[in-house]
């Protein structure tokens, strides 16, 4: 597609339940990225996608969460026994480059906001 | 490590006032620096970045940077507020062989009639 691509726009969950997040990136974008938008915060860097190579986990807060994706196509993020400080903003983002990334930027896209009652 | 401080959580400026937002970063390379515009409800976009060359930036919207290495600031200038311009500000910093960005918690700006 034309951009980056995510939904649910809006999820309303229930303290305890599992959420499933998913992100299309631009077509021929290697690399995929997650952050986490809390209300009044900064970008957290939560986990990192490169082609077929092991994913750069380091920014997961919890073994909540887990994310995939199968090649250079859609990722989800899976979010389990979700608690309310999990209500947050999660930002999608695909680059072009896989290394060097700095010089290209990201294309994001416009998260979803997930509230946890 | 890299790391991005924006000091002023939130701005105002009148319309047709000029736009300041400030940016110091610390890396211990030379960095790539962006600036990031979030308007309510929708994801981030690319304002304008910094890589080589020129220190002084254009961007969309009227807005500019410039790099100052010796102050290790990258402050975002607008020299005429819009109501339009009202968003959240982000400034990220990234390594040259980095794959992601840091980035700092934010600007609010609001652009008063």
Not at chain 2, 1 to 23: D, I, K, M, W, Y
């Given at each position: 597609?034309?951009?980056v691509?995510q939904?649910?726009?809006?999820?309303?969950?229930?303290?305890?339940?599992?959420?499933?997040?998913?992100?299309?990136?631009?077509?021929?974008?290697?690399?995929?990225?997650?952050?986490?938008?809390?209300?009044?915060?900064?970008?957290?860097?939560?986990?990192?996608?490169?082609?077929?190579?092991?994913?750069?986990?380091?920014?997961?807060?919890?073994?909540?969460?887990?994310?995939?994706?199968?090649?250079?196509?859609?990722?989800?993020?899976?979010?389990?026994?979700?608690?309310?400080?999990?209500?947050?903003?999660?930002l999608?983002a695909?680059?072009?480059?896989?290394?060097?990334?700095?010089?290209?930027?990201?294309?994001f896209g416009s998260g979803?906001?997930?509230?946890?009652? | 490590?890299?790391?991005?401080?924006?000091?002023?959580?939130?701005?105002?400026?009148?319309?047709?006032?000029?736009?300041?937002?400030?940016?110091?970063?610390?890396?211990?390379?030379?960095?790539?620096?962006?600036?990031?515009?979030q308007?309510?409800?929708q994801g981030l976009q690319?304002?304008?970045?910094?890589?080589?060359?020129?220190?002084?930036?254009?961007?969309?919207?009227?807005?500019?940077?410039?790099?100052?290495?010796?102050?290790?600031?990258?402050?975002?200038?607008?020299?005429?507020?819009?109501?339009?311009?009202?968003?959240?500000?982000?400034?990220?910093?990234?390594?040259?062989?980095?794959?992601?960005?840091?980035?700092?918690?934010?600007?609010?700006?609001?652009?008063?009639?």
């Open positions: 597609g034309a951009g691509s939904s649910p726009s809006n999820k309303v969950t229930e303290k305890g339940k599992d959420v499933e997040l998913r992100c299309d990136p631009i077509s021929g974008h290697t690399a995929l990225y997650w952050y986490r938008q809390r209300l009044g915060q900064g970008l957290e860097f939560l986990i990192y996608f490169q082609g077929n190579s092991a994913p750069d986990k380091s920014g997961l807060p919890s073994d909540r969460f887990s994310a995939e994706r199968t090649g250079e196509s859609v990722s989800t993020l899976t979010i389990q026994r979700t608690q309310q400080e999990d209500s947050a903003v999660y999608c695909s680059s072009f480059k896989t290394s060097g990334v700095g010089a290209y930027g990201y294309t979803t906001r997930l509230t946890v009652v | 490590a890299q790391s991005v401080t924006q000091l002023g959580s939130h701005v105002s400026v009148s319309e047709g006032a000029l736009v300041l937002l400030r940016c110091n970063y610390s890396s211990s390379v030379p960095p790539y620096l962006f600036w990031y515009v308007y309510p409800n690319l304002l304008l970045k910094y890589t080589t060359g020129a220190t002084l930036v254009k961007g969309i919207n009227g807005f500019e940077a410039e790099f100052k290495k010796s102050e290790t600031s990258f402050h975002l200038t607008k020299p005429s507020a819009h109501m339009s311009d009202a968003a959240e500000y982000f400034c990220a910093v990234s390594r040259s062989t980095g794959n992601q960005f840091y980035f700092g918690t934010g600007t609010s700006l609001t652009v008063i009639p």
